[in-house]
């Protein structure tokens, strides 16, 4: 008897167009039939499952994966994926303990320690997910900073008296949204010294807390006794809030503003080059948003994305921040602003910062910042939020939205 295979079974060459035309379930289904309890019909059925994710069909993705999920032994990566999808249609809990799950397999993955900490921060369990959210450090694409030789890391203990230096990590948009707790900090007796990009010295300056700001790129200050980086403040201060009262940070206004008495509303459409799709909106739908009666768009868009506007009317669109070399002197701009409109950019979370009213299209499946099912942030109690109903649906967001502005500038 020979021991070559046999014919490839004709099925799974359906079965494989199926999968690439989208038909998941199907797909799932034929792969079943073929394979039966096979080993393999379930590394077939988490591919499906993650593809299904991926091209954003979230009903085919939970139940591909649950059914891969239910065998005796399922791989970590199988609880990894089913609570990505869980998290992307909303199922908070359902994440969280798939995530779980997945950690009892391997306790020490960095990764997914950190996703379970999104999931627990998106979910409001602030305490937790901030201890969990200190696996990122361990993460090779997170960029760390890095404190001067020989200064020991802050541990929590009673900062009284005791000079910390705060260095900021990650994205603008993380120092705007975390450097509230230098506040705490200070008033727990400590004396912070705080370490910031370049662009963002000027406006931290109006910070209350630091007992001084400077730069990151510069040689980081050994005079201190101990260090912490800024998104730990919140874990390290054992903090289960976020809230603020009002504005934390302060604007210069900048001269010369529009005399218009349109509704002013500054607009920010896209995130950092690089940044993942749903923290950006479409142009065009931002750009329809002053075609509204007595509404004037004020750019605040900074980087190649600005080129978009390059065509508009100047009497519905003005670039608001081509001068502007900083943080700070965006921030003067948007003091003279009625409302701002704005992606998941560092413009939101300046605005929201500022205490400025600030409206946020979200994407299906934000960041866990934005949090699930609630149109108000306990981040920035002047910003709303405007959330996709179904993956992919920008038009149903701005429709909402440029019913409301259309209404307020009424």
């Not at 797909?27 to 039939?33: P, V």
């Not at 009262?245 to 690089?274: E, K, M, S």
């Amino acid at each position: 008897m020979s021991d070559q295979p046999g014919p490839l079974d004709p099925r799974v060459e359906r079965a494989r167009a199926l999968h690439e035309s989208g038909a998941f379930q199907a797909a799932a289904d034929l792969y079943a039939e073929i394979l039966g309890a096979r080993p393999e019909l379930y590394e077939f059925w988490r591919r499906i499952g993650v593809d299904a994710l991926e091209q954003g069909d979230l009903d085919a993705a939970v139940t591909i994966l649950e059914r891969t999920a239910a065998r005796a032994k399922p791989a970590r990566d199988t609880h990894h994926a089913l609570a990505r999808a869980l998290r992307a249609r909303g199922d908070l809990a359902g994440a969280i303990n798939h995530c779980r799950r997945a950690l009892d397999l391997e306790p020490r993955d960095a990764a997914g320690r950190v996703h379970l900490a999104e999931c627990l921060l998106a979910a409001g369990r602030f305490a937790e997910g901030f201890r969990e959210f200190e696996w990122r450090r361990r993460l090779p694409e997170v960029a760390m900073p890095r404190p001067p030789e020989g200064l020991p890391p802050w541990d929590g203990a009673d900062p009284a008296g005791q000079k910390i230096l705060v260095a900021a990590e990650q994205g603008f948009g993380d120092t705007l949204q975390f450097c509230r707790f230098l506040t705490v900090l200070a008033a727990r007796g400590a004396r912070p010294v705080l370490a910031v990009p370049p662009p963002l010295h000027g406006l931290m300056e109006s910070l209350a807390g630091p007992e001084r700001v400077i730069s990151r790129d510069a040689d980081l200050p050994a005079d201190c006794d101990a260090w912490a980086p800024l998104l730990s403040l919140p874990h390290l201060l054992g903090l289960d809030d976020v809230a603020v009262d009002g504005a934390y940070l302060q604007a210069a206004p900048a001269v010369g503003a529009d005399p218009t008495r349109d509704l002013r509303v500054g607009v920010a459409w896209q995130g950092r080059v690089g940044a993942k799709a749903a923290k950006s909106a479409p142009f065009e739908l931002i750009a329809a948003l002053g075609e509204s009666p007595g509404v004037r768009l004020v750019g605040l868009q900074k980087g190649p994305a600005a080129a978009d506007a390059a065509n508009l009317a100047p009497e519905t669109f003005v670039d608001g921040v081509a001068q502007c070399e900083d943080f700070a002197a965006t921030a003067g701009v948007m003091a003279h602003l009625d409302l701002v409109v704005a992606a998941d950019t560092a413009v939101a979370h300046l605005a929201g910062a500022l205490g400025l009213p600030v409206w946020v299209a979200l994407g299906h499946n934000p960041d866990w910042r934005w949090m699930r099912g609630r149109d108000d942030s306990p981040w920035y109690p002047t910003a709303r939020l405007f959330r996709q109903t179904r993956p992919g649906d920008w038009a149903d967001v701005f429709h909402r939205l440029g019913a409301e502005l259309a209404a307020r500038a009424g």
